[in-house]
Nanobody, 127 residues
Framework: QVQLVESGGGSVQAGDSLRLSCAAPERPLNPYAVGWFRQAPGKEREFVAAITRSGDAADYAESVRGRFAISRDNAKNTVALQMNSLKPEDTDIYYC????????????????????WGQGTQVTVSS
């Protein structure tokens, strides 16, 4: 089991920035590719960003490309999502997820590919 704990959510104005963090307090994260997803009530969970287990590659949803940046610090067992130029449509609950990855270059885009999930952190962007 890998416990994931998200933090950094909050309420901001459009154009502001937030930095979300995903921590694994009890297990090393370096064997896992990590993704960020978001979900609004009544909607499907949506891919936001993903990073390989080594951190040497990442990818983003088109809706956030150029505004969000995912990064990881395997020494600290954390993955961050820097969110800039936030828009009201970015309002959601954000989740991080981990997928045991045998190949260091793998990225995963589908929620059902991931093995472990955090509890989520709310991001609210007002216009």
């Amino acid at each position: 089991q890998v416990q994931l704990v998200e933090s950094g959510g909050g309420s901001v104005q459009a154009g502001d920035s937030l930095r979300l963090s995903c921590a694994a307090p009890e297990r090393p994260l370096n064997p896992y590719a990590v993704g960020w997803f978001r979900q609004a009530p009544g909607k499907e969970r949506e891919f936001v960003a993903a990073i390989t287990r080594s951190g040497d590659a990442a990818d983003y949803a088109e809706s956030v490309r150029g505004r969000f940046a995912i990064s990881r610090d395997n020494a600290k067992n954390t993955v961050a999502l820097q969110m800039n130029s936030l828009k009201p449509e970015d309002t959601d609950i954000y989740y991080c997820a981990a997928k045991l990855s045998w190949y260091s270059g793998s990225l995963y885009y589908e929620p059902n590919k991931y093995d472990y999930w955090g509890q989520g952190t709310q991001v609210t962007v007002s216009s």
